[in-house]
């Protein structure tokens, strides 16, 4: 049988050591020493920093069985989601964030768990719209909600949450709420029971290794770190791969990647800073009548595609 679990979804204010993550670890251990065996909780983290809503959904997705077996899943994506909006170069569209958004509570709401919203604290004057968006589908899917944003306006802590880091939480704080996160546990309602069906489109998660190899080479790299296990393929210059006929009408929504540096003549030379976000590849996707060129840095990350693709048997 599977573990119970806490699953915790969200960016690089829960994937930080110290802080949300921390915190929820803690609580379980505590909310442990009450249980019997078979009623003890375990954590499974699937943040990833640096994405928008949409890596949520990709792992509500691909990590479906755990989900459903969740006892409580917490959630935050208010941050990622204002940061690739005013990102000059991505500008992630309102529009675009409701439909991830959307997509992402709906699925949550279907699996009939626990599900807890973070909206996190941003010190800028344009958060309103974004925030919103969150608290709207939170209401129209009945999934708990936790408003920090509103806490620090009405206690006067905006300017007090801009002092260390503007995109993340203090840490020692994020850790304390973690704690409480747990330990009200019971208090949580699950999802509204909702006279509708699920509307979402079918998704579906194809790896290089699903498609056919039709030139050059695919090379299968274990990639692991303290925090991600996950198995890569490394795409050369000459490699060219067809998705299969089963993926024929699907369209293009996210591209997971994580670059790496082995067996590469050339020397990146990525220091600990910001050169590790200088980008270094590209992955160039094509249908009969479009095509649209992908890159990616050296980060784990789950990146959107914007203009939509549609597979086709080009």
Not at 8 to 35: F, H, P
Not at 36 to 64: D, M, P
Not at 85 to 96: D, E, G, T
Not at 154 to 182: A, P, Y
């Amino acid at each position: 049988s599977l573990k119970r679990n806490i699953v915790l979804l969200g960016g690089s204010n829960s994937v930080m050591v110290n802080g949300l993550q921390k915190g929820i670890r803690e609580g379980i251990a505590k909310l442990n020493e009450t249980r019997k065996e078979e009623e003890k909780l375990e954590f499974c983290n699937l943040a990833l920093g640096g994405t928008s809503s949409i890596q949520n959904l990709y792992e509500v997705i691909r990590y479906k069985n755990i989900l459903r077996n969740a006892e409580l899943v917490i959630t935050e994506s208010n941050i990622n989601d204002f940061g690739e909006h005013f990102h000059p170069y991505q500008k992630l569209s309102y529009q675009h964030i409701y439909r991830y958004s959307n997509w992402f509570y709906q699925e949550l709401c279907f699996l009939k768990t626990k599900v807890l919203v973070l909206i996190l604290p941003y010190p800028y004057d344009d958060i309103r719209v974004i925030d919103n968006i969150h608290k709207k589908l939170c209401c129209q899917y009945g999934l708990n909600l936790v408003d920090m944003q509103k806490y620090y306006e009405e206690h006067d802590l905006v300017e007090f949450g801009r002092r260390m880091d503007r995109h993340h939480q203090n840490s020692r704080i994020m850790c304390k709420f973690g704690n409480n996160l747990v330990e009200n546990i019971d208090k949580y309602q699950l999802p509204k029971t909702l006279n509708i069906k699920n509307d979402n489109p079918e998704f579906a998660i194809c790896t290089p290794k699903d498609m056919e190899l039709i030139s050059g080479e695919l090379q299968e790299i274990p990639m692991k770190n303290s925090m991600y296990n996950e198995i890569t393929y490394r795409i050369k210059k000459d490699t060219k791969l067809k998705f299969p006929d089963r993926f024929v009408g699907f369209q293009l929504i996210g591209v997971h990647t994580w670059n790496n540096a082995f067996e590469w003549k050339e020397d990146f030379k990525i220091p600990i800073g910001a050169e590790i976000f200088r980008v270094y590849s590209s992955l160039l996707v094509a249908n009969s009548h479009l095509s649209l060129t992908k890159e990616a840095a050296l980060l784990n990350q789950f990146i959107e595609v914007q203009k939509g693709i549609e597979i086709d048997r080009y």
